[in-house]
């Protein structure tokens, strides 16, 4: 076995008091193109590390003065807690493997040497800790650029402020007219922005890395799993892709039809993709909802009945939306398996939008639901200027 190019320019601390054993690893990992230092103490290795930090530790456990079990300890609890330290040792018992595991190594080799477990066990390491560097690389990067898009958006925001009071100034008319198109613009943009990257956006990238990690970890052992990682994370580049797409998206087209024909669509496509019947009942007097009203209620639907999609085990869905004179009242029960209201995570975006959709309006919202049981949603929004 040999290491793959791009890993033969890594450097890696052999700590070991025998002379002889230093020797033979020496031997092993020189010709793989590795460099190589050595220590023959707890206290050697310590100072080594700390003048100049290698790549990997092969750390044997029983060494004079302090030994494996304290220098790995020490190793995790100051700045280089990030180097991988595989153990080399020739105890077998449980207990001495564990302890070293709770002292911070990822991994063992077992002496006497064998040339193919620790090129096998190096590799691994050291490929899994480039990951992670890189990994660590592209967070920080990705929060420069975060703060570099949130110093724009205040600016932004700054200008459109002191734009909106010029404009202000000069009619009431006009002032009005331009707060409510920002202020309906920049809503329905955040609620967008907040479900796409709270939910589905992280999920999404956090699958992709793992899929890349279960590929290193997995992918020479396992056939077949490389192919079947790579088309997943062309999966889920695509995925990515649509949520891109919905996330430029500020108003549901559908809705240009009116809610009765919005609702109706949406319970269409909710029948098709689910296999689930869902009902649908309209009595909208006078025009039904106001614009605001229409895409608040789409959303409260559309949102619900994603959930139940996924989550209710459903065989039957009801949707009503009526409209009177004095205010609008949806309704979405399910006769799925239930959840204790409890019990749902204080950040969980379903509930959360809805509750903040509903009161952006001066409505009320009433979730009712219990394990095993059936799920209704009730809203009531105050009519307003159509």
């Known amino acids: 076995m040999s290491l793959p190019p791009d890993l033969r320019d890594r450097t890696i601390l052999i700590v070991d008091d025998t002379p002889a054993n230093l020797t ?21 290795a310590l100072r080594r590390v700390a003048f100049a930090p290698p790549d990997l530790i092969l750390l044997d456990v029983m060494l004079p003065g302090i030994d494996g079990f304290e220098v790995c300890r020490r190793l995790k609890a100051g700045p280089h807690a990030a180097i991988p330290v595989i153990f080399m040792t020739a105890l077998r018992d449980t207990a001495d493997k564990l302890a070293g595991f709770a002292a911070g190594a990822v991994d063992y080799v077992t002496k006497p040497l064998q040339s193919e477990e620790v090129l096998a066990r190096v590799s691994t390491h050291l490929r899994l800790a480039a990951m992670q560097a890189q990994l660590i690389a592209q967070n920080a990067l990705l929060a420069r650029e975060n703060q570099e898009r949130r110093v724009a958006e205040r600016v932004l925001q700054q200008y459109r402020d002191s734009l909106e009071l010029q404009v202000a100034a000069r009619t009431a008319e006009v002032r009005e007219l331009a707060a409510h198109r920002e202020s309906a613009r920049e809503d329905e943009r955040k609620h967008i922005a907040r479900e796409l990257h709270d939910e589905l956006g992280q999920s999404l990238t956090a699958l992709r890395m793992r899929a890349a990690l279960l590929r290193v970890r997995f992918g020479a052992s396992v056939p077949g799993l490389n192919e079947q990682v790579r088309e997943m994370t062309e999966l889920v580049d695509r995925s990515i892709g649509v949520v891109r797409n919905v996330a430029t998206t500020l108003r549901p087209t559908v809705l240009d039809l009116g809610i009765g024909s919005a609702l109706e669509w949406l319970v269409d496509e909710f029948r098709q993709h689910s296999g689930l019947n869902c009902s649908l009942t309209l009595a909208l007097e006078q025009g039904g909802p106001s614009e605001a009203q229409a895409i608040v209620v789409f959303r409260i639907v559309q949102e619900s009945l994603t959930n139940i999609a996924r989550h209710a085990e459903a065989s039957e869905t009801n949707v009503v939306l009526r409209c009177g004179a004095d205010c609008c009242e949806l309704r979405i029960d399910d006769d799925g398996c239930g959840f204790d209201p409890a019990q749902v995570r204080p950040h969980s975006f379903g509930l959360r939008g809805i509750r903040e959709r509903v009161l952006s309006l001066d409505g009320e919202v009433t979730i009712s639901s219990r394990p095993g049981g059936t799920t209704s949603i009730a809203v009531v929004l105050p009519r307003g200027p159509a």
Do not use: H, I, N, P
Not at 35 to 44: F, I, K, M, P, Y
């Open 24 to 44: 033979l690893a020496v031997a092993m990992l020189e010709q793989q193109g590795l460099r190589l230092t050595v220590a023959q103490s707890g206290d050697e």
